[in-house]
């Protein structure tokens, strides 16, 4: 049992390049989440999902994009890097039941943009 | 103005030195209330869930409590590998189980 898995751990883009991040989870959550944490920020919330084949935006979702086509994994965009998106990513998974609210975090992805 | 405020921002223990950090939160509606243990180059790591006043969880040498206005963690006896970044979270109603952060608290136990 995994739980959350992301890849890739490291990554660095120029300004202008496209990149995609993969957020895979055995635990069968219907609710998936990427966040972005930046020093003295805390985690924010970037996109969610409820479901597969659903998303929805959270606190800072521009320049971005997700798709959920897979229940089991929940993918997040950068079409045009910016160095503002120069940062460490956390995608997180729950179940969504009444009364279990808690999410499971992946590792992380530290993405540097020059 | 922050929904999630924690305190203090960094804390320095000596080994066996007990201690409490503390979440206030001004959110209404309180579904839960969370905290994440973090260690660095981690992601965070679920510790407990309180969903309402007079709760109390217990883990080891943690304990979480929680009022209708803040939670304290309190660390008992604490050992050099509790030394983590220690994150309080909350849903409130109706945010469909959007999670909202503190910035942490630093936790430094010296042997």
């Known amino acids: 049992n995994a739980g959350v898995t992301q890849t890739p751990k490291f990554r660095v883009l120029k300004t202008g390049q496209s990149m995609t991040l993969l957020c895979a989870q055995d635990m069968n959550h219907e609710y998936m989440y990427w966040y972005r944490q930046d020093p003295g920020m805390g985690l924010r919330l970037i996109h969610y999902?409820?479901?597969?084949?659903?998303?929805a935006k959270g606190e800072v979702p521009d320049g971005y994009n997700v798709s959920r086509l897979k229940k089991q994994n929940f993918l997040l965009g950068l079409e045009s890097a910016a160095p503002s998106q120069t940062s460490v990513y956390f995608c997180a998974s729950s179940s969504g039941l009444a009364g279990a609210y808690e999410q499971y975090f992946g590792p992380g992805t530290r993405l540097t943009v020059t | 103005e922050d929904q999630v405020t924690q305190s203090p921002e960094a804390l320095r223990l000596q080994e066996g030195e007990s201690s409490s950090l503390n979440c206030s939160y001004t959110?209404?509606?309180?579904?839960?209330l969370f905290w994440y243990r973090q260690d660095p180059g981690k992601g965070p790591e679920f510790l407990f869930t309180?969903?309402?006043a007079g709760e109390e969880k217990e883990k080891e040498r943690l304990k979480a409590t929680l009022t209708k206005k803040e939670s304290f963690l309190h660390i008992t006896a604490p050992k050099p590998e509790d030394s983590a970044t220690y994150l309080c979270?909350?849903?409130?109603?109706?945010?469909?189980?959007?999670?909202?952060f503190g910035k942490g608290t630093l936790l430094t136990v010296n042997p």
């Open positions: 309180l969903y309402s």
């Open positions: 979270a909350v849903i409130q109603g109706g945010s469909n189980y959007k999670l909202t």
């Open positions: 999902s409820v479901g597969e084949g659903t998303t």
């Open positions: 959110v209404s509606g309180l579904r839960g």
